[in-house]
């Protein structure tokens, strides 16, 4: 039996589908035209000059000093901006281009997932290295650096790229067909094939592994950082000699940034939470034909791409320096150049 899901949600919630889960429609409805207004700005516009503004951020912080997380963050602002790019394109060229064919699916659908999965492990990276940093901090100076998490980020993009590749394995498909003949591009609807619906249920069962990393994960770095805030709230540097006061305090002042940066990595994590938690649970759904509520779908899609907008916003207000650089630049005062978390 053919999938409703995603075509009831092409009918009702038509540019949440196109942009963000590959179906067509073909209708200019109200609706749709609606949701594509809602869609531009509070996702394309504001992602792609947000994603801008926290990569100058990004880049002009690594000038001054580089060190292995803030790689994963330019990689992640990276990939939000590259996916914000290819969201408006893509629902551009499914939007006006009247004939659909296998090449185009083939080419649009496995970008689309790709970077869908790709925020989840690099929020699940980010995660794995402030547990590193905050709970093995000796293991991590001696053991992590810049490359380690340069070459991480390559093999989770090659997994990550190796998994969409799946349809093309003849284990799943990046078409559909509607009750009434037509092709649409859907790679994780339900598939009446068995052996297609693997692709699916490996993309769910992968962002839903991710989320369960990232919970776990934060969950003990937010235990130690509660633990960590309470020394540095009472810690009081030694009076017996001058040296080894000003180690103990350079220690303490690397723990506080420690923790102030692991604070900004929960922020972020938790947006992925609340934005692709219900957007992963949807497509397990999908794969066992369960029927959703197709304005519940179309919400859930939404917010789904909401998350590349809201990831830079927290990247840019949660850090100090950077509201600083934001006030002065709108008050005209020459701003502080100090990278303070």
């Not at 503004?53 to 992640?76: Q, S, T």
């Amino acid at each position: 039996m053919e999938n409703t899901t995603i075509q009831n949600l092409t009918e009702f919630f038509s540019n949440s589908s196109d942009t963000l889960n590959g179906t067509d429609s073909r209708r200019p409805t109200h609706s749709s035209l609606s949701t594509f207004y809602v869609s531009l700005c509070i996702i394309w516009i504001p992602g792609f000059f947000t994603n801008l503004l926290a990569l100058f951020f990004i880049i002009r912080d690594i000038k001054k000093a580089i060190f292995p997380a803030i790689v994963l963050l330019l990689v992640l602002c990276t990939s939000d901006l590259t996916a914000i790019c290819f969201s408006f394109t893509r629902h551009m060229i499914t939007r006006y281009i009247r004939s659909v064919n296998y090449s185009m699916c083939a080419s649009l659908s496995p970008i689309h997932t790709f970077f869908k999965l790709y925020s989840g492990v690099m929020n699940s990276l980010m995660a794995v290295d402030r547990v590193m940093a905050i709970c093995t901090p000796f293991f991590y100076k001696k053991h992590v650096c810049v490359n380690t998490w340069k070459v991480g980020c390559l093999i989770a993009a090659a997994a990550v790229a190796t998994l969409n590749l799946f349809p093309l394995m003849g284990l799943g498909s990046y078409t559909g067909t509607r009750s009434t003949g037509e092709m649409y591009c859907t790679s994780l609807s339900y598939k009446e094939n068995p052996i297609e619906r693997i692709y699916g249920l490996a993309f769910g069962i992968a962002g839903i592994m991710c989320v369960f990393t990232i919970v776990s994960l934060n969950g003990v770095v937010i235990r130690t950082v509660l633990k960590m805030s309470t020394r540095i709230v009472t810690f009081v540097p030694s009076e017996t000699t001058t040296s080894s006061s000003d180690n103990t305090s350079s220690k303490a002042n690397q723990t506080s940034f420690e923790i102030a940066f692991a604070k900004l990595m929960l922020c972020l994590a938790t947006v992925y939470l609340v934005c692709e938690t219900p957007y992963n649970v949807l497509i397990l759904l999908q794969q066992f034909n369960v029927p959703v509520n197709r304005s519940v779908t179309g919400y859930i899609h939404l917010i789904s791409g909401f998350s590349y907008t809201v990831d830079p916003v927290v990247y840019i207000l949660i850090r100090k320096t950077n509201r600083k650089r934001i006030v002065d630049f709108f008050c005209r005062r020459k701003g502080s150049t100090i990278a303070t978390y």
